[in-house]
């Protein structure tokens, strides 16, 4: 068994390939039961099958007329067949007879109970004649449902994009003797319900895969739901996701709805340090070839919570850094912004200079604009005095050039002669 932590620096599509496969080997690592008897490949040439339904909650029934199915598993063709059914007695005895035996097939019986099927694989039993199928009473209670252990690890780092692969193997058991599964019917059914875990903020790719019978996975505002019946006993469940992480780490706030026996967290020591509060530093552990710095606790209360920090992880190199920022296309944003305020800055300045023109440049235009309408008057009362122009006419256009010259606000001594005294018709006659 060989697994290789990665601080990677490829594609984000071969370096999810590369956790999917490092996902599967820890899985096996850290959850492999070496008592569970091994996969028969010898072929049973036994043609019957006989078997009984047993109810393992106290006090509870075998439902009359139980349907039990024969399945067909096609392992070259991967496909499921049916190839009988059949209902057990009053006393949950069913019994399946002339099965044919074929070259690359096993079979497995399927007590169809509803919600939770229970099944034997027929490869892993001896005796073909005393098959036994479990099944349980129903609750939607969680109490009897604890984690037994939870290990948390990151073996591949994304350095280039910040972004840490993380796979959590979980162990978890039942201790009650009823399968729990969820009322999806109940309207007023919360993920508080539901069977739960909380993830990093910002997780993304979530891939859960489980030893419990068939159920949906369903997103909630922390992390995941499971709607997966659970019946007693122990089963194993493998988790992998991606979190982007900012700076040199992430923040993370490990609820327990269930408590814990166990918690471990796992990073190779080259890709940063783990601090937790209720959790102590252990001594490293060696996966196959590589170090992983450790931290662990135990006998966590129900809904207790352990805040944990991953710190000190790699980071872009320079050059990545300038490349990334050009392939982002963030430049073209950088760049017509600065543009546009230096833009703006040349315009306002010009509107300031043109508001704070030197006072004696202001005053020149004033006077030649007077004195251009002093000659106005001169000339419109010259005219007057020649009989050239309407005296109506004459006074209208008189008013109006004085009213222009006293809107310049500049004395002249030539205004009081011009402006204000009207010329005589019979001045010069």
Do not use: C
């Amino acid at each position: 068994m060989i697994i290789r932590q990665l601080i990677s620096h490829q594609s984000p599509r071969a370096w999810w390939s590369r956790l999917s496969v490092t996902a599967i080997v820890i899985a096996l690592f850290f959850a492999y039961d070496f008592d569970k008897p091994r996969i028969a490949n010898a072929q049973n040439p036994e043609t019957e099958i006989t078997g009984k339904i047993i109810n393992g909650t106290h006090g509870g029934n075998v439902p009359a007329d139980t349907e039990v199915l024969l399945l067909a598993i096609d392992l070259v063709n991967n496909q499921i067949i049916e190839e009988a059914s059949t209902l057990a007695d009053e006393n949950g005895i069913f019994r399946f007879n002339n099965v044919v035996h074929r070259s690359g097939v096993n079979f497995r019986v399927v007590a169809n109970t509803g919600t939770h099927t229970p099944t034997v694989d027929m490869q892993l039993v001896e005796n073909w004649q005393a098959v036994e199928l479990t099944i349980y009473d129903e609750t939607t209670s969680l109490e009897q449902i604890t984690i037994k252990s939870y290990v948390l690890m990151v073996p591949t780092i994304n350095a280039r994009e910040r972004e840490a692969g993380v796979l959590s193997v979980i162990n978890l058991n039942n201790a009650g003797d009823r399968v729990w599964i969820p009322d999806l019917k109940n309207p007023n059914l919360t993920g508080l319900d539901l069977f739960r875990f909380n993830l990093p903020l910002g997780y993304k790719d979530l891939s859960v895969e489980s030893e419990l019978p068939p159920g949906n996975i369903l997103d909630i505002a922390t992390g995941f739901a499971m709607t997966n019946p659970i019946p007693p006993g122990d089963a194993t469940i493998l988790i992998s996701y991606i979190v982007p992480y900012e700076g040199d780490g992430f923040d993370f706030t490990l609820k327990l709805p269930y408590g814990a026996t166990q918690i471990r967290m796992l990073l190779t020591d080259e890709a940063g340090f783990i601090k937790a509060d209720k959790l102590d530093p252990t001594e490293p552990v060696t996966v196959a070839d590589s170090i992983f710095n450790a931290v662990e606790g135990g006998n966590f209360s129900v809904n207790e919570r352990i805040s944990i920090s991953f710190t000190g992880m790699p980071q872009p190199t320079p050059l990545q850094t300038i490349s990334e920022f050009l392939n982002s296309r963030t430049y073209v944003y950088v760049l017509v912004g600065t543009l546009g305020l230096a833009l703006l800055a040349l315009l306002s300045y010009a509107i300031f200079r043109s508001q704070r023109k030197p006072k004696g440049h202001r005053d020149n235009n004033e006077i030649d604009r007077r004195m251009e309408i002093i000659k106005e008057i001169a000339t419109l009362d010259e005219q007057y005095e020649n009989h050239n122009t309407d005296e109506t006419e004459y006074k209208k256009r008189r008013n109006e050039l004085k009213q222009k010259a006293i809107a310049t606000h500049e004395p002249s001594s030539l205004e009081n002669p011009i402006i204000n005294g009207e010329p005589s018709k019979d001045s010069d006659e």
